[in-house]
């Protein structure tokens, strides 16, 4: 069987898209292992007592629904309140005086064919004159619909951008950097991009740090050489935009690195064109990268970089509908290089002062040969 949090998202998605019958196949040979106590169990019920009310079955509903009072989620056990009083709420008669009685078709009939045939006459009496023919030739696509594809497709992007996404360079050491994810809606449950592209990071090896069951996620890639981590960089951007629908250029991405044995230069610039997302209120982009002081930032537009109060960390804001650019050029110190030349250089001081002893101190007395 899959793992419990795959079948809870397919699930979701399953639920969104009105397929209760499949949300019933995927979660009920999950409560067999996982009982309501559980957090896994607790989400189970709850998206089986929503799939049974969409089915008419309100009994079965309710008996998910007192299940869940075992939850230890105080949020779970309340949403389980609501649902049942819902469900258990009494259905109300509607008194005769409100409702409309309708004659019967057959007793209308004579009324009705004398009322269309005047209302007849007195459209033609009152029709305006014909317009005259259209011109023949080509013709071209109105505006007014091209504008209302732009607007639906705007109105898309904007409506799913309405999130928060951070991307984390962690530099580890010479040559080595950690790619990390935080992504945050704004809503309290997952948006349906949140979803597929955490579903894609965690086909990439990337970990899951925080609770499978908060809308706020937080996805964290192992070390990797820092080529590849950049390649991974790159791909990911990419995927995040093809979910999203935006056709974006392919992100430039620089890295150079000289390692001087005590010490390392480091240097990296990032280019990405954000121009086909538009002014998008909702969506909140920006890069972070740790340990790094703020005077290693060469170059930051259109968006300054930041320098973050609770840590060594730099938090550059990216700007939609505009060409973002930063450079990073850093020294690093190389902890075995300096260990080799503190090592070399108290060998160098004892040498030293070895020949400044025996130049002072006159040399013991041989014995006759």
């Known amino acids: 069987m899959a793992a419990p949090e795959l079948l809870l998202e397919q699930a979701r998605l399953l639920l969104d898209r009105g397929d209760y019958g499949g949300v019933l196949r995927s979660l009920e040979p999950l409560l067999a292992d996982h009982?309501?106590?559980?957090?896994?169990?607790?989400?189970?019920?709850?998206?089986?007592?929503?799939?049974?009310?969409?089915?008419?079955?309100?009994?079965?509903?309710?008996?998910?629904?007192?299940?869940?009072?075992?939850?230890?989620d105080p949020n779970l056990r309340q949403q389980a309140r609501d649902l049942r009083e819902v469900l258990e709420a009494p259905a109300l008669t509607r008194p005769r005086e409100w409702s409309v009685t309708m004659p019967l078709l057959q007793?209308?009939?004579?009324?009705?064919?004398?009322?269309?045939r005047q209302?007849?006459?007195?459209?033609?009496?009152?029709?305006?004159?014909?317009?005259?023919?259209?011109?023949?030739?080509?013709?071209?696509?109105?505006l007014g619909f091209g504008a209302l594809v732009v607007l639906l497709t705007l109105l898309a992007v904007l409506l799913g951008g309405c999130m928060q996404l951070r991307g984390e360079l962690h530099f580890s050491g010479p040559g080595r950097l950690q790619l990390a994810y935080t992504l945050q809606p704004d809503s309290p449950r997952p948006t349906p991009w949140q979803r597929q592209f955490g579903a894609y990071l965690q086909q990439q090896g990337f970990r899951r740090a925080d609770s499978a069951l908060a809308a706020r996620q937080f996805w964290q890639a192992p070390v990797l050489p820092a080529a590849a981590a950049l390649e991974e960089l790159r791909a990911n951007l990419e995927r995040a935009a093809q979910l999203g629908g935006v056709a974006l250029p392919a992100p430039q991405l620089q890295w150079r690195e000289r390692n001087l044995l005590f010490g390392v230069a480091q240097r990296l610039s990032i280019d990405l064109d954000l121009s086909s997302l538009g002014s998008s209120p909702g969506l909140d982009l920006a890069l972070k990268f740790d340990p790094l002081p703020l005077k290693a930032v060469r170059r930051a537009t259109p968006l300054l970089?930041?320098?973050?109060?609770?840590?060594?960390?730099?938090?550059?804001?990216?700007?939609?509908?505009?060409?973002?650019?930063?450079?990073?050029?850093c020294w690093r110190w190389n902890p075995l290089g300096l260990g080799g030349l503190a090592v070399a250089a108290l060998f160098g001081l004892a040498l030293a002062l070895q020949a400044l002893r025996r130049s002072i101190v006159p040399p013991l007395p041989a014995l006759p040969s």
């Open 305 to 329: 970089a930041t320098a973050l109060p609770d840590a060594q960390a730099v938090l550059w804001q990216l700007q939609a509908g505009a060409l973002n650019q930063l450079e990073l050029r």
């Open 119 to 142: 209302a007849r006459r007195r459209r033609a009496a009152n029709q305006p004159p014909p317009p005259p023919a259209p011109p023949v030739g080509a013709t071209n696509a109105p």
């Open 107 to 116: 007793d209308l009939e004579p009324s009705l064919g004398n009322l269309q």
């Open 35 to 72: 009982p309501a106590g559980t957090a896994v169990g607790a989400e189970a019920l709850l998206l089986l007592a929503t799939a049974w009310m969409g089915l008419g079955q309100a009994d079965r509903a309710i008996g998910c629904c007192q299940q869940l009072q075992r939850s230890s």
